[in-house]
């Protein structure tokens, strides 16, 4: 189903392939497989590699780097990569921000959304994408507010799969990086959005999957930063490229990939799969030249600006992205699985009890509290008892407060990090 021809040949086409279901997806939302037939090229990822053979990759727009991703060389896909400021999409041409900011993406269904960003879609190159309304958090993904970013690169774990006791968790859509530049921060249009917000209104903003568990987000950091401080999650109409192509020769299967989720080549139209393949095959490796070219494009205000310190205090409420993956490792949630494993002798229960507590902190809060307290009342569990106060500094209730003042009473300063987190949490809600 074709939903855009061009006035002419070589002018974009954008075409339905195939509806996917939201149980089908890592996601959990609906999801549309299009191709994008001769498509602009103004939108996309590109890489290279700089002078000392370091791999680079950038998401431009009207060749204007807006998020910049240094990777090892080695194609790890479990380890860390670094994540720096891009030099900010309010520095594109106005007529292309104009288009960006009309989408808004709460339309009735998932093909009438397609339909508003259509304009958008029109930028990307000629590829297959899955189109999707993605629940995503308003952080990083390890606990720092998604818009506080900087020139100098930094290591994310979010960027990445996850990989835990011969476990390993494929990344897929679920945190932001920003594109906006901090000058356009306006506390004003902030409060504005979460007056809505507490209407019960439903904000939504539009994103670019990247890699790991981050996409770029090209409209809404506002709406997001208003959900950020409301503690709730944002829903962005979401483009995941085709990131992989992967060939099983004794299967004699293949299948194309996009972030977490992979598609039987053979049921993608022939002639459409083959122009996928071949332009994948292609993807566009920038020269030493061009790479340098889009690194010394730095914008200073990412690192002349300050945020709150409340931004970053919020983002910690919302699961980081080892729990994420422990939802995908840890199998069984039932009270009883729980029970078991707190009574297990054999080594290797730590790890299992380590996996369903992370997952718990995003399926059930209220038991993964109370699982908390359990464990932090023990030293049997001493070796989880970092992670779960860092848990509960989240809240602020009296049985949370007693349970840190019971530590404190009885804390003997031998393990600094734990009387830091103890301390920090009568600092910071000054109780």
């Not at 030249?289 to 709150?308: F, M, P, S, T």
Request: charged share 30%; aromatic share 12%.
């Amino acid at each position: 189903m074709k939903i855009f021809d061009g006035l002419f040949s070589e002018s974009p086409t954008i075409n339905i392939l195939k509806h996917i279901a939201s149980k089908d997806v890592p996601w959990d939302s609906e999801a549309i497989l299009l191709y994008i037939e001769s498509g602009l090229g103004k939108l996309k990822l590109v890489n290279g590699k700089t002078e000392k053979g370091l791999v680079k990759k950038f998401l431009l727009l009207n060749d204007i780097p807006l998020v910049k991703w240094h990777e090892d060389d080695y194609c790890c896909p479990t380890c860390e990569k670094l994540i720096s400021a891009g030099y900010g999409i309010d520095t594109v041409d106005p007529k292309t921000l104009e288009m960006i900011k009309g989408i808004r993406g709460n339309n009735t269904t998932i093909e009438e959304n397609i339909l508003e960003i259509t304009p958008i879609l029109r930028l990307l190159e000629e590829n297959i994408y899955i189109a999707s309304k993605i629940t995503l958090y308003p952080t990083n993904g390890v606990g720092g507010f998604f818009w506080d970013v900087k020139n100098k690169p930094k290591s994310l774990w979010s960027t990445c799969d996850t990989y835990y006791q011969l476990h390993v968790s494929t990344g897929y859509p679920a945190y932001l990086l920003p594109t906006q530049t901090p000058k356009c921060f306006n506390e004003k249009q902030v409060e504005f959005y979460r007056e809505k917000l507490r209407a019960g209104e439903t904000l939504c903003g539009l994103a670019v999957y990247i890699d790991g568990y981050l996409c770029a987000l090209l409209d809404g950091h506002h709406r997001a930063t208003a959900c950020l401080l409301e503690g709730k999650e944002f829903s962005c109409m979401t483009i995941v490229p085709m990131n992989g192509w992967a060939r099983y020769v004794q299967e004699n299967k293949e299948y194309a990939m996009f972030g977490g989720y992979s598609i039987n080549a053979d049921d993608i139209d022939g002639r459409v799969r083959k122009k996928a393949y071949d332009n994948f095959i292609k993807s566009i490796k920038l020269g030493t030249k061009g790479v340098e070219e889009y690194l010394a494009q730095i914008n200073d205000i990412w690192d002349n600006y300050v945020w709150a310190d409340e931004f970053n205090q919020k983002a910690k409420y919302f699961p980081t992205v080892e729990g994420l993956a422990s939802i995908q490792m840890a199998g069984d949630l039932s009270d009883e699985r729980i029970e078991e494993l707190l009574t297990l002798e054999r080594r290797d229960y730590e790890d299992d009890l380590d996996m369903a507590f992370n997952a718990l902190t995003v399926k059930d809060k209220n038991r993964a509290k109370k699982l908390a307290l359990k464990l932090g009342k023990s030293e049997r569990y001493l070796f989880m008892w970092e992670s779960v106060m860092k848990y509960l500094s989240c809240y602020r209730d009296e049985e949370v407060e007693q349970f840190f003042i019971d530590f404190l009473i009885n804390d003997d300063k031998i393990r600094r990090e734990l009387t830091k987190i103890a301390d920090d949490y009568f600092r910071v809600n000054k109780v």
